[in-house]
C-alpha cells in the first residue's frame, strides 16, 4: 500500500469526507458490510483491481463470487489473484453479445470503457482495443442465486442491466451502481429509462448511499432525474421494494 492509499484509508476510517469519491467509498464498505451475509453469491462488473470484490470475499466468505473486467492485463492479474476464490470472466458486460472496440484510457484505466465519453483528466492517453461482449443472462448459471451486484461500466450501466433482465427480475438483487452525466449519456442513457427499467420492469426502489444507510426514504423519479441532471450524485443502491 503506498502512502496515497495509507491517507485514504485514514480518511476513511476517521469519517473525513474530504471528496465526494472518499464518502462513497466509505458508505460503500458500509453497505456492504451490513448488506451481506456469510454465504451471499455477488457479482463485481467493472471489477478493476478488486478493492469491491475484497470486501464481497470478506463479508460473503462462503458465497460465490462473479467478477469481470475486461481489460486485459488486469484480468490477467485478477485470475491470478482470485483463482480459487471468485470466477473471474474478461468480458465487457451489454444487452447484447459479440465483439466490440474498447477505449483503454493507458493513463487512468478506471475511465475505460466502451465509448469514449468526458474524461476528468488532462490530455488521456486512449488506445482502441477488442475485446468479447456477453450478457449477464448468458454468463451467470439460470439455477443460481444472486444477492448482491456492483456495476462500474463507466456509462454502460443501462446495457448491463438490460443484459441482466432475466437474472435481475428472478432474483431482485441489491444493485449499487454509478451513473452520472459525462458517462451514461453517451450512451444515449436517460435518468428516466434506466428508473423505470428498474422500479417497474424489476421491482427495485432506488436510494442515494447516504439516503440508503441513513433515513431508508427512496427516491422518487423526479428526484432521481434532478441528482443526475444537477450532478449532485453519481453512485446509488438498488434494493427489493418493500411496498406492494
Known amino acids: ?22 464518502k462513497y467509498d466509505r458508505l460503500t464498505r458500509t453497505i456492504i458490510k451490513n448488506s451481506l451475509r456469510n454465504n451471499s453469491n455477488c457479482i463485481d462488473i ?8 475484497d470486501l464481497m470475499i470478506k463479508y460473503a466468505p462462503a458465497g460465490k463470487h462473479y467478477a469481470f473486467e475486461p481489460i486485459p492485463y488486469l484480468f490477467d492479474e485478477l485470475q491470478k489473484k482470485y483463482k480459487d476464490k471468485a ?32 474524461y476528468d ?18 454468463i451467470i448459471p439460470k439455477n443460481e442465486i444472486i444477492h448482491f451486484i456492483k456495476i462500474d461500466v463507466e456509462g454502460a450501466e443501462f446495457c448491463v442491466l438490460k443484459g441482466g433482465k432475466n437474472l435481475l ?6 444493485i449499487l451502481f454509478e451513473f452520472g452525466k459525462g458517462a451514461s449519456d453517451y450512451y444515449g442513457t436517460k435518468p428516466s429509462d434506466l428508473f423505470i427499467f428498474l422500479t417497474q420492469e424489476i ?9 440508503y444507510t441513513r433515513a431508508k426514504q427512496y427516491l422518487s423519479q423526479l428526484e432521481f432525474e434532478d441528482l443526475y441532471n444537477s450532478e449532485k450524485e453519481y453512485y446509488f443502491i438498488a434494493v427489493p421494494s418493500i411496498e406492494k
Not at 46 to 53: A, R, S, T, W
Not at 121 to 138: C, G, K, M, Q, S
Not at 203 to 211: A, D, N, R
Open 1 to 22: 500500500m503506498n502512502f496515497k492509499d495509507i491517507i485514504r484509508e485514514l480518511l476513511i476510517f476517521f469519517h473525513i469526507d474530504l471528496t465526494k469519491n472518499i
Open 46 to 53: 467493472g471489477c478493476h483491481k478488486g478493492q469491491i470484490l
Open 87 to 118: 470466477m473471474v470472466y474478461p468480458f465487457a458486460l451489454s444487452d447484447t453479445s459479440g465483439k466490440t472496440s474498447f477505449q483503454l484510457v493507458k493513463n487512468a484505466p478506471a475511465y475505460s470503457g466502451i465509448k469514449k465519453r468526458h
Open 121 to 138: 483528466i488532462a490530455n488521456p492517453n486512449i488506445e482502441e482495443i477488442f475485446v468479447e461482449l456477453r450478457t449477464l443472462d448468458e
Open 169 to 174: 427480475k428472478k432474483n431482485k438483487p441489491i
Open 203 to 211: 421491482g427495485l426502489q432506488i436510494f442515494t448511499l447516504y439516503g
